[in-house]
Structures are given as C-alpha cells and as structure tokens.
C-alpha cells in the first residue's frame, strides 16, 4: 500500500501491509517502481483528490495509459482539507473555499471519466455511506490484472463542509445517501457530481488488455535469450 500526503495520505501506517508514505504527488511513480521490480506483488496506491489529479495528475493519466497492474483508490473531499481547505482539480463549481472566497469558477474533473478514458480497466465510484459497495468493488478490482480506479466522494466537514454550511458531520453523510444515484454500467462521462445528485456504481470493467509490467519482463527475457545466443549487440 502506498499514500501520498493529505488527509488519508497515513492510512498506509494502518493496514496490515508493506507501506509506503511517499511525498505529494508522488505515490504513483513510486508505486511503478514497487510493481516493476517486484510484479508479482498487488499494489494499492490510496491518496486525496488533490494528490492524485493536481500535482500528480501527469502520473495518474500515464499510469492508466500504460495499464500497470495496480489499485488506485482516491478519496475525493472536493478541497485540500489538511492544508487550509483551499480549492483543488474536483471543487464543485460555486463552492467556496479559502482560496475561492467568492464561490469557484473552474469547471472540477470527473474522476471517473478521466480514469476511462486514460485507459483503466476498472473504473467505480462510490461514497463513504457506501461501505458494503465499497467493500466488493475493491474485492472485485483486487482481482483484476490492470489499472483499476475507485472514487471514493469523502466528507471533510471541518474545511469544505464548514465553509459550504453543510452543517455537522452526521448532516454531510446524511447529505451523501440522501443525492447519491446508482449508475448500472452508465457512461462515465454521465457520472455527475452536483448539489442535487451525485452519480456511484461501476462504470468500466473489461478484460484482456496486455499489462505493462508483463509486457516489459517478457521484452528483458527475449533480450536475455538473445544476448545468450550472441545475438544481441549494442548499438552506437
């Protein structure tokens, strides 16, 4: 399990798994370097919205591009709630933060439609009133030989909720299961996220596209062969 920084970035230091917490916007690259030297290990990055889509947006699209065989679970709770609840890549349009005092005016990614159309295998999205769904899509993923990406819409009710008076804690969750939508198989690019609806369920799930770390192993065999045959010389 490998995090980034950010307010799930120590939840690597609570699973009962090798850990890695890395610096921000960095948990991808490093989870690439984990999955190539050691491919047979599951490899499970869990970062924020703004770990994985701001500063390390770069990896995230590459990483799905390339098809490596791991699990990215992003905890989305639409600010950077540990840092002061500025605004990031998810914000809603309208909300305000503290660095968008007179409501947000960027148009937020849709995570899920992103992940799809880089190129994952496996794409869902589900909240934290969601545990049971929750639970079997990341059995389900776990099982799968590619990239594959959950969001999960959290609460953060001390930074974005305050300032959005969403009201207590227990108000936000209720908020979540009261505007939360399943989505059977629905186009990504439907899955919205709004004041009045937010869009979960599974939206990609295919099988047989080649893998990167099996793909590059099975490249240093042939070259091991070759260069134990006399065939491989090195080119100037």
């Known amino acids: 399990v490998i995090s980034g920084i950010g307010c799930i970035g120590r939840i690597a230091g609570y699973i009962n798994a090798d850990a890695f917490h890395t610096t921000h916007g960095r948990a991808l690259p490093l989870a690439l370097g984990v999955k190539v030297m050691r491919p047979e290990l599951k490899v499970v990055v869990i970062s924020g919205d703004g770990d994985l889509f701001a500063i390390g947006g770069n990896h995230f699209i590459h990483a799905a591009r390339r098809n490596i065989d791991m699990l990215v679970i992003c905890s989305n709770n639409f600010n950077y709630g540990m840092t002061g609840g500025q605004f990031g890549p998810t914000t809603p349009p309208e909300a305000i933060t503290s660095t968008t005092p007179y409501k947000n005016i960027e148009h937020p990614f849709n995570l899920v439609q992103l992940a799809a159309a880089a190129g994952a295998i496996y794409v869902a999205r589900w909240t934290a009133v969601h545990p049971r769904r929750l639970k079997e899509s990341i059995k389900k993923a776990l099982l799968k030989h590619g990239f594959c990406f959950i969001e999960v819409i959290s ?15 227990v108000d936000y969750m209720r908020w979540l299961r009261e505007v939360s939508v399943l989505a059977r198989r629905a186009d990504p690019s439907e899955a919205r996220i709004g004041p009045d609806e937010i869009v979960v369920g599974e939206f990609v799930d295919v099988e047989g596209k080649e893998e990167f770390t099996d793909l590059l192993w099975a490249q240093v065999e042939e070259a091991r062969a070759r260069a134990e045959r006399g065939e491989l010389r090195l080119a100037l």
């Open 155 to 169: 609460p953060c009710p001390e930074e974005f909720g305050r300032r959005n008076r969403m009201g207590t804690a």
